[in-house]
């Protein structure tokens, strides 16, 4: 028996999203086909997809809008060649490919909020309810859905982003190592952020509160914010402005990241509403103390375990700063590790994924 697995595309963070769903079926008895709707084939991305079988269509972006028939005839004949149980598809063009193209019962996992604000896309999945179930990555999601679409928590439910810790461990450098590899002083204390350089990030308050703490920061303390995108020169005129131009870097894209989480004395998530934060298990895996804002999927992921601050207040993030920069924070950090292991951990959401009630009639 097949699970049908149907992705938009394979760019970051969407292959590690193929991945952490094709990892609930490891060591069960079904089979997993994934389907990336756009982009040409790679043998890396089909590698890292972790699918019993990959099918790249390659189609651009633009050939997916609007009704999509194209995809849909595609997928139509996909299903005609296995037995399929069900099908899992991200997002929501995905996700009205599977509803057309098939019969079969379908998962929708959603990333993001205000998917099911437009009224026509509403619609489309009101009239195919029976066989849906939604699941959204954080709870902060799950109720932006269920406020749009009402449909009640046995039909819209959580389902938490995951890694396999032990194999993210594994390829993280050492502290000596990432910072040679990104050129920082062995002797700094380093607060990192990884993230698009948007307004959805808020680097902008990041930097204004790293500019209130640093008197009060250890010596030598740096801010290093990886990530590229619309806000760069904004950034680097605010940073300039500030005089920080020795203290702040801006290192645009560092490919894998994670791999350099060790680096940093102290990770900083300053996001408006992030729907989940995939760097904040990344750097509970690097096992750093963590200040995250008081507002969406973030809270609920290293609530009880990080620095929380309000969002968009240089001042308390700043307070924030100088707090974990003063004290010991090893309990915090132990209780950190327990939380993604029993929370965040592939096998963790396994077994909470086989355990929805959802799944489990499919089963019978």
Same mark, same amino acid.
């Given at each position: ?204 308050? $990041?930097?204004?509160?790293?500019? #209130?703490?640093? !008197? @009060? *920061?250890?010596?030598? /303390?740096?801010?290093?914010? &990886? =990530? %590229?995108?619309? $806000?760069?020169?904004?950034?680097? #005129?605010?940073? !300039? @402005? *500030?005089?920080?131009? /020795?203290?702040?870097?801006? &290192? =645009? %894209? ?16 300053? /996001?408006?509403?992030?729907?989940? =934060? ?87």
């Amino acid at each position: 028996m097949w699970i049908l697995h149907v992705c938009h595309s394979y760019y970051p963070p969407f292959l590690d999203c193929a991945r952490q769903y094709n990892a609930l079926f490891k060591g069960t008895a079904y089979k997993v086909l994934t389907v990336y709707l756009t982009g040409e084939y790679h043998s890396e991305i089909a590698q890292g997809t972790c699918s019993d079988e990959v099918i790249f269509l390659g189609y651009k972006s633009k050939e997916v809008r609007g009704l999509k028939l194209a995809a849909i005839a595609r997928i139509k004949e996909i299903v005609k060649q296995k037995d399929f149980l069900f099908c899992i598809a991200h997002r929501v063009k995905p996700t009205y490919v599977a509803l057309l193209a098939t019969k079969l019962p379908i998962v929708s996992v959603h990333h993001n909020y205000n998917d099911y604000s437009r009224w026509s896309r509403r619609l489309l999945v009101n009239h195919y309810q029976n066989r849906m179930l939604m699941l959204g990555v954080s709870n902060s999601v799950r109720d932006d859905m269920e406020r749009d679409l009402g449909w009640g928590p046995a039909k819209i439910q959580t389902l938490y982003n995951h890694i396999d810790v032990a194999t993210m461990q594994a390829v993280m450098q050492s502290k000596e190592e990432a910072r040679q590899a990104l050129g920082l002083p062995q002797d700094a204390y380093v607060i990192g952020n990884v993230g698009r350089l948007h307004h959805d990030k808020d680097q902008a308050t $990041l930097i204004r509160g790293f500019n #209130h703490a640093l !008197a @009060n *920061l250890p010596p030598n /303390s740096l801010l290093y914010i &990886a =990530g %590229n995108g619309p $806000l760069e020169q904004d950034l680097r #005129h605010l940073i !300039a @402005n *500030l005089g920080l131009s /020795s203290k702040v870097i801006l &290192a =645009g %894209n560092i490919p894998d990241a994670k791999r350099y989480f060790r680096a940093f004395n102290l990770f900083a998530l300053t /996001s408006d509403r992030e729907p989940f =934060g995939m760097v904040l298990l990344e750097a509970m895996a690097a096992e750093l103390p963590i200040i995250c804002s008081d507002c969406g999927g973030g809270v609920e992921v290293v609530k009880g375990q990080a620095e929380l601050f309000e969002f968009g207040s240089a001042t308390a993030l700043s307070q924030a700063m100088q707090k974990l920069a003063k004290q010991s924070n090893t309990n915090t950090i132990k209780q950190a590790t327990e939380k993604l292991n029993t929370l965040f951990s592939d096998q963790a959401v396994q077994q909470q994924f086989w355990n929805i009630e959802f799944i489990k009639e499919m089963q019978k």
